[in-house]
Structure formats: C-alpha cells, structure tokens
C-alpha cells in the first residue's frame, strides 16, 4: 500500500492571501461609504437650501406683487435643482461602484495567481 502524502501547503502564504483579500474589502467598503455620505451631504444641504426658502416664504418675505409666472419659474427652477442634484448622486454612486468594482475585481485576478503558486 502506497502511504498517503499530503500536498505541500505553505501557512504564511495563505494568510496574506486572507490578509489581502480583506484589506480589499474594506478598501471597496470604505470607497461605497465615502460616496454615501457625499450623497447624504448633497442632499442635506439641497433639503436645507429649500426649507430657508420656504420658511422664507412663510414669513412672508416675499414680494406680494410678483405675478404668478414668476411664482412658477422659480418652482421650476427648484425643479431642476432637485434632478440635477439627484443627477449628482447617481453619477457619484456609479463612479463609486465601479472603483469598488475595479478593486474587487482585480484582488480577484491577485487570487488566481497566488492560488497557482501556491498549489504549484
């Protein structure tokens, strides 16, 4: 009977392989949270602009003889500050995603490497 061997495995290797892996995480969990709390600051200071105004506009200081079009212009105008700031967002959640993504996906090609040599 042939004896059972065991294929080299070397410890030290696979804990930075482990140790890698997890720093990539928290790189990519860190980029997500940065780009959240940019989002979350942009939309503070969007809701905070717009309830000054209002709270402005409750206080009655505004002008009683503006006419309604201006009235509407001005709603229009918070309108589309409203979608540009969601615009904003979107575009920084994207770019953050696909940093995340990148960082992910290239500690993932590290993997296979490193899971070559060590099983070499």
């Keep these: 009977m042939k004896p059972l061997t065991l294929p080299n495995f070397d410890m030290d290797s696979f804990v930075a392989l482990t140790k890698a892996n997890m720093d990539a995480l928290m790189k990519a969990q860190t980029v997500m949270a ?5 989002a979350a600051k942009m939309q503070y200071g969007f809701m905070a602009e ?4 209002m709270q402005a506009m409750a206080a009655g200081k505004f002008a009683m003889e503006k006419k ?15 979608v540009s700031v969601a615009q904003m967002q979107v575009d920084l959640g994207m770019k953050a995603q696909a940093e995340a993504m ?5 500690r993932a090609q590290a993997n296979v490497n490193e899971l070559q040599k060590l099983s070499a």
């Design 34 to 38: 940065e780009a959240c709390q940019a």
């Design 50 to 53: 717009y309830v000054d105004q």
């Design 68 to 82: 309604p079009e201006a009235y509407m212009a001005d709603m229009k105008a918070a309108a589309e500050k409203a």
């Design 102 to 106: 990148d960082l992910l996906t290239k």
